[in-house]
Nanobody
Framework: QVRLVESGGGLVQAGGSLRLSCAAS????????MAWYRQAPGKQRELVAS???????NYVDSVKGRFTISGDNAKNPVYLQMNSLKAEDTAIYYC??????????????WGQGTQVTVSS
């Protein structure tokens, strides 16, 4: 079993910054990649940013230049630095990990989510 624990959400004014963190623990042999998703009310969950074990990062267009994902070999912990926040960034942010267990099984895991609210 793998557990992802997120922290760092909160309320911030437009133009402000927040940093989210996600720590993975449990039956982990290798983390192939970690990512941050978000889901706003009435909308589908979307991929915000991802980072591979090799350090390759990708972002959804709406956050490019404002958000930065970082981590140590895509393992522990992974951070999402969010700058120049906008009201449309308001959502629940979820950490996701693509993990190979010590038994060789590959699975996707999710954190419990952390609320980010940006006031305009």
């Amino acid at each position: 079993q793998v557990r992802l624990v997120e922290s760092g959400g909160g309320l911030v004014q437009a133009g402000g910054s927040l940093r989210l963190s996600c720590a993975a623990s449990g039956n982990i042999f290798r983390v192939n990649a970690m990512a941050w998703y978000r889901q706003a009310p009435g909308k589908q969950r979307e991929l915000v940013a991802s980072i591979t074990s090799g350090g390759s990062a990708n972002y959804v267009d709406s956050v490019k230049g404002r958000f930065t994902i970082s981590g140590d070999n895509a393992k522990n912990p992974v951070y999402l630095q969010m700058n120049s926040l906008k009201a449309e960034d308001t959502a629940i942010y979820y950490c996701n990990a693509d993990v190979v267990s010590n038994f060789g099984f590959r699975n996707d895991y999710w954190g419990q989510g952390t609320q980010v609210t940006v006031s305009s």
